[in-house]
C-alpha cells in the first residue's frame, strides 16, 4: 500500500470518534496496552508532558513544545485531532511524520490490528509512542484526546502532568457535572507527578486536591502565580503582551502567535508548566519562552485557534465547539470594530446545540452548513434549530458554499466568522 491506501484502510478499517461517535469510543485501556506491548512498551521510553482539559489543551501543548523546541530539545508533540492532514497528530519539532513511517508501521502491525481492532485514536497512539523512541525524541508533548483516567495516552510516564480547565463538554462519556468530568480528568494524575492545573474552579478544586493527595503529589494554580497582560495592538493578526510572575514583571513587550484574548489562561497554564519542566531538570530560559512564544506557528504548526484568514473583510475562523470556547470567542468578538457579522455555522449532532445557540448574537447573518462527516448535524435542522433563539440565515449543503456566499455578501468593514465545529473549520483552513 501507498500512503493514500493505507490512509484509506485505517478510516475504513478502524473506528474514528471523530467521525463516527459514540461507535468508536472505549472505555478501557486494554485494547492500547495490548498496543504497546506488541511495540515494547514504548511509553516507558521516552520523557512525557502530559496535557488534558476541557478547553486550551491543544493551545498549551503546541506551546510547550514551541518552548521546548526554542530550548534546543528534540521536542515530539501528539494531539488531535488533525484539520488537514493526518500526520498534524504526530510531529517532531515542528515536522509531521514522514509517510513513509505511517505506511511501514500500518503494514508491519496490520495482522494484529485486524485481530484486536483497535480505534483509530488506539493506533494513532501507539504509532505515536513507536515513532517518537524510534526517532529519540529528547521529550514528548502528549495532548489527551478526551477525558484522561481512561485515554489512550493516559499509559504515558510524564515528569510533569498539566489540566487546563474544565467545562460541559462530552458529557455522555464524562458525566454531567463538572464535578464528574474533574474526576475523569483527574485521572491523568500520577505519584509524585508535580501538576499544574490551570484554572481555580470551586466545584473542581475539591476533586483535584484529593487525587493529588492520594498520588503524594502538589498541585500548581497557574492563575495564582502568572497574569497575562495584553498591549493594545492597531493589528488584528499581532498581539503584543506583558507577562507577570508573582507580582512582579517576568517578560516585557512580547510578540505572541496566540491571538485571541482567551489565550491568556493557556499561556499562563503553559508557563506554569515550563517552570516546573526547568526544576525537573529541563534547560528553559527567559529567550527561549519568549521566542517560544512568538515562533509557535513555525515551531509546531499550530492553526486553528483565532486563526485569520484575511485581513479584507476581516476573516477569522476558531475551532471552539462548547459553550465555553465559544464564549471565549464571542468575547474576542466584543475587542473588535465592525459594521456586520457573517457568521457560518456548522455543528456536530452529539453537541449541546441548544445550549451553543442560545449563546450566538442575533444581530448576525447565518450561513448554516453541515460539516462532512457522519456526525455532521444536518444544516437544515441546525437552521430551524437556531430561528427558536432568534438567529436567522441561510443553510447550504456544504461548508464550502456556506464560506462562499458569507465572503462574497461580506463589505469590507465587515467580520466573517467560521466556526462550531473543529471539522468547519478544517474544511476552510
Not at 4 to 33: C, H, I, N, V
Not at 93 to 119: C, L, Y
Not at 158 to 187: C, M, Q, R, Y
Amino acid at each position: 500500500m501507498d500512503y493514500k491506501e493505507t490512509l484509506e484502510w485505517l478510516f475504513s478499517q478502524l473506528p474514528m470518534y471523530q467521525r463516527d461517535g459514540q461507535s468508536a469510543y472505549k472505555a478501557d485501556l486494554k485494547t492500547t496496552e495490548d498496543l504497546l506491548e506488541i511495540l515494547g512498551d514504548p511509553q516507558k521510553k521516552f520523557k512525557a508532558i502530559h496535557v488534558a482539559g476541557t478547553n486550551g489543551k491543544g493551545s498549551v501543548s503546541h506551546l510547550i513544545a514551541s518552548i521546548l523546541t526554542e530550548a534546543g530539545y528534540k521536542t515530539g508533540l501528539y494531539t488531535s485531532p488533525h484539520l488537514k492532514d493526518f500526520r498534524e497528530r504526530i510531529k517532531i519539532n515542528g515536522v509531521m511524520i514522514d509517510e513513509t513511517f505511517v505506511v511501514e508501521f500500518v503494514q508491519a502491525h496490520q495482522r494484529e490490528f485486524e485481530k484486536i481492532k483497535p480505534s483509530f485514536f488506539e493506533m494513532t497512539v501507539a504509532m505515536a509512542f513507536d515513532y517518537f523512541v524510534r526517532e529519540k525524541v529528547d521529550v514528548a508533548v502528549v495532548e489527551v484526546g478526551m477525558g484522561g483516567r481512561l485515554d489512550s495516552t493516559n499509559l504515558v510516564e510524564p515528569v510533569v502532568s498539566v489540566i487546563t480547565n474544565i467545562g460541559l463538554d462530552h458529557t455522555k462519556f464524562l458525566g454531567d457535572t463538572l464535578e464528574k468530568i474533574a474526576s475523569e480528568k483527574a485521572g491523568i494524575i500520577k505519584k509524585e507527578v508535580p501538576v499544574v492545573i490551570g484554572k481555580r474552579q470551586p466545584e473542581t478544586e475539591p476533586v483535584f486536591h484529593s487525587a493529588a493527595k492520594a498520588n503524594e503529589t502538589v498541585l500548581h494554580y497557574a492563575e495564582d502565580h502568572y497574569d497575562i497582560k495584553l498591549l493594545n495592538s492597531l493589528e488584528p493578526n499581532k498581539q503584543k503582551m506583558d507577562i507577570w510572575r508573582d507580582n512582579e514583571v517576568f517578560l516585557e513587550d512580547v510578540d505572541s502567535g496566540l491571538l485571541g484574548r482567551y489565550q491568556k489562561e493557556n499561556i499562563a497554564t503553559a508557563l506554569q508548566a515550563a517552570e516546573l519542566i526547568k526544576e525537573k531538570g529541563f534547560r528553559v530560559e527567559n529567550d527561549h519562552i519568549r521566542d517560544g512564544l512568538e515562533y509557535i506557528k513555525k515551531n509546531t504548526g499550530f492553526i486553528g485557534r483565532w486563526h485569520v484568514l484575511d485581513l479584507n473583510p476581516l476573516t477569522v475562523c476558531d475551532t471552539a465547539h462548547n459553550q465555553d470556547g465559544i464564549k471565549a470567542v464571542l468575547e474576542q468578538m466584543d475587542d473588535l470594530t465592525f459594521d456586520k457579522l457573517h457568521f457560518v455555522l456548522g455543528m456536530v449532532n452529539d453537541k449541546d446545540v441548544d445550549g451553543i445557540l442560545s449563546l450566538l448574537p442575533t444581530q448576525a447573518t447565518y450561513y448554516f452548513c453541515k460539516p462532512d462527516i457522519p456526525r455532521g448535524l444536518d444544516a437544515e435542522i441546525l437552521q430551524k434549530r437556531a430561528e427558536t433563539f432568534g438567529l436567522k440565515g441561510l443553510f447550504y449543503n456544504s461548508v464550502e458554499r456556506a464560506f462562499s456566499s458569507a465572503y462574497n455578501n461580506a463589505r469590507p468593514l465587515d467580520l466573517v466568522f467560521v466556526g462550531g465545529s473543529t471539522f468547519v473549520v478544517a474544511e476552510i483552513i
